[in-house]
């Protein structure tokens, strides 16, 4: 499968894993085992998503059944907005890894560049946007305190590589002004209604793998109320018609159109044979016409956007 190099630790990221928001809980854990068993060997997981403990159970079986070795497997998983504090940085990564059973992640990423109030786990886990009385409070923890206390985690250890996700170019020079170990990766969003050249550049220039999530566009929005309007990018006539032209379905080409970009794609799905088939995106090349038209399709819709929660959490302005 292909992969991409990170920077410092020169490890192997592979270009397509697999996306853990929204695995349904009761069946995550076979879901799991079961994208490894079909050739998976990257799993995205977050705080956030409330299945660290089942994608653990999962991840664990296909390796006790002999599978795959832990080392064959890139963990990633993600910090949340209310453990930005140095403290807790530390405390929330030994938490995950509990919950995983695993002890180490390859990369541990920051979810968002956001403190939020601090939430004791013991009162609310996963702890998700807003307070107790529906209203979300903002933590003046500085991003740098965040990012050495995620240095600290890779001097300990416990992480291989940590990077950032939804971060912009501004935030990523501030950041690399003081880092000790610069940002592996910048996941975001990124899709042909969100081309997002300028960061791609950026990024590439800079040594810091992207990879791109909600590759299939509103899809993974519809069943949140959150798709915005927009077309289905699934079924966009220019999607499909490339889809016929090369014998591939629509969710196949749109990932294809990352990976061709020299991105790496983490599409989730609860349903097998989708599962299956959003791997097998190596085997073909799109045509440069092609990949310009899918790119054409660029509207600068952003369909994971804090600030529609509240415009304090403007991150994209
Ligand atoms: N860092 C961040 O802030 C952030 C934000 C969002 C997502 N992510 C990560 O990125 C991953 C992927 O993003 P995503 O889950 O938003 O979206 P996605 O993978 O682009 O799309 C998932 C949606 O498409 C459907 N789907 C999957 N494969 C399909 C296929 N072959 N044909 C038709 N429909 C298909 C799924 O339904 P079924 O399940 O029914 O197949 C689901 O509704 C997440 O799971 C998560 O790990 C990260």
Request: aromatic share 8%; with cysteine; hydrophobic share 40%.
């Amino acid at each position: 499968m292909a992969a991409i190099t990170l920077k410092r630790t020169a490890q192997k990221m592979p270009a397509i894993g697999f996306g853990l928001w929204k695995v349904t809980k009761s069946s995550c854990a076979d879901t799991v085992y079961n994208a490894i068993k079909s050739g998976y060997r990257l799993l995205d997981g977050a705080g956030d998503y409330g299945n660290e403990k089942e994608a653990g159970e999962g991840l664990n079986r296909a390796i006790k059944d002999g599978l795959v070795k832990r080392e064959e497997i890139f963990v990633t998983s993600k910090l949340w907005n209310t453990f930005h504090a140095h403290d807790h940085v530390k405390a929330l990564a030994r938490k995950q890894l509990d919950l995983w059973g695993i002890d180490y992640f390859d990369l541990f990423l920051v979810h968002f560049p956001i403190a939020l109030k601090y939430v004791e786990p013991g009162h609310r886990y996963p702890p998700e946007w807003f307070g107790d009385d529906g209203k979300v409070y903002l933590q003046n923890t500085p991003f740098s305190e965040t990012w050495g206390a995620m240095e600290e985690l890779v001097d300990e250890g416990l992480v291989k590589n940590i990077g950032v996700s939804n971060t912009q170019g501004v935030l990523l020079l501030d950041i690399l002004r003081y880092a000790r170990y610069e940002p592996a990766v910048n996941q975001v969003e990124l899709h042909p209604y969100l081309t997002q050249e300028p960061l791609i550049k950026l990024c590439k220039t800079l040594g810091i793998a992207i990879t791109a999530y909600s590759s299939l566009g509103p899809q993974s929005y519809v069943e949140l109320g959150g798709d915005k309007g927009a077309k289905n990018l699934l079924e966009h006539n220019v999607v499909t018609s490339i889809a016929q032209k090369n014998s591939k379905s629509t969710a196949q080409v749109l990932l294809r159109w990352a990976v061709q970009q020299g991105l790496a794609v983490i599409p989730k799905s609860n349903n097998h044979h989708r599962l299956v088939a959003n791997l097998q995106v190596s085997d073909f090349t799109l045509p440069e016409t092609d990949m310009k038209a899918l790119s054409a399709l660029n509207i600068n819709l952003r369909l994971n956007d804090p600030s529609d929660m509240d415009p304090r959490l403007a991150i994209f302005a």
